[in-house]
């Protein structure tokens, strides 16, 4: 009987917890351990080893946390404001220069001065 009602309690916590909107960051070193431990964990578990996947888990999160932490927040200050530091800052370059087109010259047409009529009478 106990067995039974911690099964339907813990599928209802789990349905509630995935019913619970989280606003989206891209640099959460939590969310990478989660999703980088279980990876790690089905890799490890599929080499078939004793501790496979313990130690897939823990390298996974290891590294999914260390990723996640490196990348800055998406709506970071890279985004909207941002200033450089003092002293380093980035120059464009100098904006192209454009030159007219060279004028074309063109020659007069040809005259033809045709056989001049006479009339005599």
Same mark, same amino acid.
């Given at each position: 009987m106990l067995k039974?009602?911690? =099964?339907?309690? =813990?599928?209802?916590?789990?349905?509630?917890?995935?019913?619970?909107?989280?606003?989206?960051?891209?640099?959460?070193?939590?969310?990478?351990?989660?999703?980088?431990?279980?990876?790690?964990?089905?890799?490890?578990?599929?080499?078939?080893?004793?501790?496979?996947?313990?130690?897939?888990?823990?390298?996974?999160?290891? $590294?999914?946390?260390?990723?996640?932490?490196?990348?800055?927040?998406y709506y970071g200050?890279?985004?909207?404001?941002y200033r450089p530091?003092?002293?380093?800052?980035?120059?464009?370059?100098?904006?192209?220069?454009?030159?007219?087109?060279?004028?074309?010259?063109?020659?007069?047409?040809? $005259?033809?001065?045709?056989?001049? $009529?006479?009339?005599?009478?």
């Amino acid at each position: 009987m106990l067995k039974k009602s911690l =099964v339907i309690a =813990v599928a209802a916590a789990g349905l509630g917890a995935a019913t619970l909107s989280t606003p989206a960051s891209a640099g959460d070193p939590l969310a990478g351990a989660l999703i980088g431990g279980g990876i790690g964990a089905a890799i490890g578990h599929s080499t078939g080893s004793r501790n496979g996947a313990a130690v897939g888990g823990v390298l996974g999160a290891i $590294v999914g946390s260390s990723i996640a932490a490196d990348s800055g927040p998406y709506y970071g200050s890279r985004y909207y404001g941002y200033r450089p530091p003092v002293g380093r800052y980035y120059v464009p370059p100098p904006a192209p220069v454009y030159y007219p087109p060279a004028p074309v010259y063109y020659e007069p047409a040809p $005259v033809y001065y045709g056989p001049s $009529v006479v009339f005599e009478s």
